[in-house]
């Protein structure tokens, strides 16, 4: 089978040249694919075999262009088999990738085209099957061959930076040729097919400041000692274009963000030289003052820097720290201010970076002074005590107003303003002293007792006259100093025992005693006898010249039959001046004892019960007697709580009640609905009513029949005889009720005299059932009064004064 292409005719040639020896039994190259014999159609239409002569050279490759353009379909090459004699009995069938698809081959002559573009990056290459066939049986008549088509490249893809855009840092201030970062791109083009794929660098835009290499793509600084506080970013395009950078090459660009980082290359610098600051005089130890800051042009721990204070006219009295988040140096007091003393101070303040650059020290020095002033302002203070802390005795046998010692405060300021001086009650709370408020002297105010308080401890006010927001404060300590006013007496309550069979001189008890007191020498006390005891022929006592004393039995033969306890009074007397002295009992019980001396049984022999009366029957008669009294007192409760009034009688006084009635009335017309008996008439005094507690009621001055004339009669007393006789007749009756409180009390009586033409129309002397005033002067009133006329004027009854 022969293989023939038109773009690589220069090829053929020279292969030609060189294979001079070939057989040619048809017109082109012949190469054979087998060296088996091939059968050979006769006439008359039969096969007959032959044999296949070998070849000497084998083609089988052939060349495309990628992206190719044209209309009509690219020829590839040709095959052709010896086989074939141009009668179009072989047929040439393609086969493997691409056939059909994208190469055709015209099955009488064996040309083959490319009907689709190709491109070398999708697929570089098409690997072939090429067969020739009897057109009539389909019975190859050659061994199936394969061959390659190979894209040829061309440059049709431009150089891509695939890590792009970058980013990059460099330190400020670096030399000439440091290296910032390297770029890369890529090219799809072929590279081992001319220079397609070679790119070269080169840099469009960051000239003078950056430079790259065309071969590596490394990026340099051009240019030394940037200034990142002039500028602190740069961009960059860099180009890399392949074709080795030669015209008619593609190109592709990239940026390149370069970034200069800090470096401390910027000492501190005060912008204001020198600082002024006020502050007043009252201003708290501890506070801030003021604050100042250097200006440091570089960033993060190259701007840190510290303070101090180099020089001051006022040691000791400010001190500086550096404020970590805005790097300030605050000024802080140490020491009270006083305007009076000094109000102006001067200080020297140097701030030095804590981060310094040894390679950068010629741009130094790294630190920067400044003057500080600081004006003190005058305030209006608070008095001050000469001494805040005053110490003073006083005895406690001091009378009142004893002076015990004076406190003194003047005004610091220049007004010397005059002192009053007052105690903290809240420290005095028993008000035992009082202070002069002119003179500051301190006195008793009442009695002293050291016993009781030791120490006071009072705080002293000092206001100032002209502005009384000014107080200043002082403390006095006041120590009681003891004197002998309490007498011994026992340490503790003594518990003695003595056995029935003890012996004369046995010692029962050791005693001592305490004081309240507390004498400069320590306490001596002296126990005796008192007088009563003093001849006893039970006891002895004993003074043992230690501040105890023991107490002995002077006889055997005690039995508590007889005596089980014994009362021995004992007389202790201090050493104090004046001596005082306490007598004190001493109960001694008689016990029961062992051989061993320890008591079993103490104090009186204990009755026997009677016979046959156990002990549980007797606990049983003591809790029905406690259930009887309890039961008794509940009803006597009970019996007290629901008592009877005291007053007899069905009516009740409602002068000082308040009457609650649950019903609505009718109106002025409605006489019904209410009971008119609770209402009384004042000027008449009802009939004294039988008490259950206390005697017939007391007669008054008068007496006030019922009668129409004895009214009358009444009418025509004075009212003060009246008034006077009805408050002795409240009084009387208020006397005679045990129910009526102990104490004073106030009651208003609602009585209004006769003087008036009207008389009294007070709800008290409103009409009852039982009434038998006559109302027939209300009709000569005038028609205002019609209406009661109406209702008043027909009726008729009795009743009584009250």
């Known amino acids: 089978m022969f293989f023939r292409g038109t773009l690589m005719c220069s090829i053929i040639y020279v292969a030609v040249l060189l294979l001079p020896l070939v057989d040619l039994s048809f017109w ?69 990738e691409g056939a059909s698809s994208i190469f055709t081959i015209d099955e009488n002559t064996g040309d083959i085209h490319a009907t689709k573009r190709l491109d070398r990056e999708e697929q570089g290459y098409y690997t072939l099957r090429a067969q020739a066939v009897d057109r009539e049986t389909n019975i190859p008549v050659e061994d199936e061959s394969e061959f390659i088509v190979k894209v040829q490249d061309i440059n049709d893809n431009e150089p891509k930076f695939p890590d792009g855009p970058y980013t990059a840092a460099v330190p400020e201030m670096s030399p000439l040729g440091t290296m910032v970062v390297q770029v890369a791109a890529t090219d799809a083009d072929d590279p081992t097919y001319g220079h397609s794929a070679r790119v070269v660098y080169s840099i469009i835009h960051g000239q003078p400041y950056f430079s790259v290499e065309p071969k590596t793509g490394i990026i340099r600084t051009a240019l030394p000692n940037m200034d990142r506080e002039r500028r602190d970013q740069y961009v960059l395009v860099i180009q890399a274009k392949d074709m080795m950078g030669q015209m008619g090459g593609l190109s592709g660009t990239t940026s390149v963000t370069v970034m200069l980082t800090d470096v401390n290359d910027n000492p501190p610098r005060f912008p204001h030289k020198p600082y002024q600051c006020s502050v007043n005089e009252s201003l708290v130890v501890a506070s801030e003052v003021t604050r100042l800051k250097a200006e440091d042009a570089d960033l993060g721990p190259n701007a840190e820097m510290d303070y101090h204070i180099v020089d001051s006219d006022g040691p000791g009295m400010f001190s500086i720290i550096t404020d970590e988040e805005t790097q300030e140096g605050v000024i802080i007091l140490q020491k009270p201010l006083d305007y009076e003393t000094k109000n102006t101070f001067s200080l020297r303040v140097e701030a030095t970076n804590r981060n310094i650059d040894p390679q950068f020290l010629t741009f130094g020095p790294f630190s920067d002074t400044v003057a500080v002033k600081v004006n003190v302002k005058d305030v209006n203070e608070p008095p001050v005590f000469t001494t805040p802390l005053s110490k003073m005795v006083v005895s406690e046998a001091a009378r009142v107003n004893t002076t015990i010692g004076t406190v003194l405060a003047r005004d610091p ?46 705080t002293i006010f000092a ?90 039995t002077s006889r055997d033969g005690f039995q508590r039959r007889e005596q089980a306890l014994y009362q021995l009074p004992v007389l202790i007397t201090d050493s104090g001046s004046p001596t005082l002295s306490s007598t004190n009992t001493l109960l001694v019980r008689v016990c029961d004892c062992d051989v061993e001396g320890v008591p079993q049984a103490c104090g009186a022999v204990a009755h026997t019960l009677p016979a046959g009366l156990s002990t549980g029957a007797l606990v049983a008669i003591l809790a029905c007697i406690f259930t009887l009294l309890v039961f008794v007192l509940l009803i006597v409760m009970m019996r007290h709580r629901r008592k009877e009034p005291l007053i007899l009688e069905d009516e009740r006084d409602v002068r000082e009640n308040i009457v609650r009635y649950d019903d609505e009335g009718g109106g002025e017309e409605d006489t019904e609905a209410f009971d008119m008996v609770a209402l009384r008439n004042l000027n008449i005094m009802r009939d004294p009513k039988v008490r259950r507690d206390v005697t017939p009621e007391t007669p008054t001055f008068f007496s006030y029949p019922p009668s129409t004339a004895s009214r009358l009669a009444y009418k025509m007393l004075p009212d003060n005889v009246l008034f006077r006789e009805f408050i002795w007749d409240r009084l009387k009756e208020a006397d005679a009720d045990p ?47 019609k209406k009661l006329a109406d209702l008043y004027g027909t009726m008729e009854g009795s009743g009584f004064f009250s």
């Open 413 to 458: 300021d220049s007004a010397n303003s005059s002192i009053r001086y007052s105690i903290d009650r809240n420290t005095d709370l028993e008000r035992y002293f009082n202070v002069d408020s002119l003179l500051g002297v301190i006195t008793t105010a009442k009695a002293l007792d050291r016993e009781v308080n030791s120490v006071h401890n009072i």
């Open 28 to 96: 082109g190259w012949s190469s054979s694919v087998s060296a088996t014999p091939q059968p050979r159609k006769v006439p008359g239409g039969s096969w007959e075999a032959l044999q296949r002569q070998k070849r000497n050279w084998v083609w089988n490759q052939f060349f495309v262009l990628e992206e190719y353009t044209g209309t009509d379909p690219l020829y590839v090459g040709k095959l052709h088999s010896d086989v074939d004699k141009g009668d179009g009995n072989v047929k040439y069938v393609l086969m493997g």
């Open 463 to 552: 206001i100032e006259s002209q502005d009384p927001s000014q107080v200043g404060r002082g403390t006095a300590v006041i120590t009681v100093m003891d004197i002998n006013d309490n007498a011994p007496v026992f340490a503790i309550e003594y518990e003695t025992l003595v056995c029935e069979n003890a012996s004369p001189g046995q010692v029962i008890q050791t005693i001592s005693a305490v004081d309240k007191d507390e004498p400069p020498g320590g306490h001596r006390f002296f126990f005796s006898l008192a007088s009563p005891a003093t001849s006893n022929h039970n006891f002895t006592l004993r003074d043992n010249k230690d501040n105890t004393a023991s107490v002995l």
């Open 739 to 785: 129910s009526a409180p102990p104490y004073d009390s106030l009651q208003t009586y609602a009585f209004e005299g006769s003087g008036s033409v009207a008389e009294s129309l007070s709800s008290l002397e409103s009409l009852s059932s039982d009434s038998e005033q006559s109302y027939d002067y209300l009709s000569n009133w005038g028609p205002r009064f």
